[in-house]
């Protein structure tokens, strides 16, 4: 016969702590939509349905207090794929000028080859005009074109992420300065009404105010 174990009842604080987390979250999500909408209406000057996600997105950052720098050609590189590397690397190699002096090359051999060697002894295998050497060149040409094309779009979807990039940390710092400025205007207003309310404890105020000397 198995003796059933007694039942072992939760600590009462392991509870409280379970409820209070959610809790906890919730609070901390309705603070960061407050501060939200707190810096839309006074950094922006805007309501929060007014802006924009990649400006929402933005404020929520600073009201986390998250960074918003990063490298984006770090990440935009990492999710190539193998035909976006290979266009990459087409298009950095036929731009070079490595690649129009060795194609040069090939080109004068070829036509020495076909004009001035072969045709003494075997016959040439391409001879004038050349039309292999044309039919290359325009294959060459043909492949070439569209892949270069597909990395210069690749490239103008990376400029345009950049630019998002740059705009996010550009408005951040601005907000981030007006919000220095606002800090620096409330402690200034403080520092003026301690002072004021320190001259007028002491009645120098109202001395300077009936003529005579404070005391």
Do not use: C
Request: hydrophobic share 45%.
């Amino acid at each position: 016969m198995v003796n059933a174990e007694p039942e072992t009842s939760p600590a009462p604080g392991a509870n409280a702590a379970a409820a209070g987390r959610p809790a906890k979250a919730a609070a901390g999500d309705d603070g960061t939509e407050n501060a939200v909408r707190e810096f839309a209406r006074r950094l922006l000057d805007m309501g929060i349905s007014d802006l924009t996600p990649q400006e929402k997105r933005l404020i929520r950052r600073m009201a986390k207090r998250h960074a918003v720098s990063r490298d984006l050609s770090v990440e935009f590189d990492s999710s190539r794929s193998f035909g976006e590397r290979l266009a990459d690397q087409v298009a950095e190699v036929g731009g070079s000028w490595g690649f129009i002096i060795g194609f040069g090359i090939v080109i004068v051999v070829w036509v020495i080859l076909n004009t001035l060697v072969l045709t003494r002894w075997i016959g040439a295998f391409d001879p004038y005009p050349f039309v292999f050497l044309n039919l290359m060149l325009s294959l060459v040409a043909a492949v070439q074109a569209p892949i270069i094309m597909m990395s210069q779009n690749r490239q103008a979807q990376k400029d345009r992420l950049e630019a998002a990039h740059d705009y996010e940390v550009n408005l951040k710092a601005e907000l981030e300065i007006m919000a220095l400025h606002d800090k620096l205007d409330d402690i200034r207003a403080r520092d003026i009404r301690a002072i004021v309310e320190r001259l007028e404890s002491a009645g120098v105020l109202k001395a300077l105010e009936g003529g005579g000397d404070p005391a």
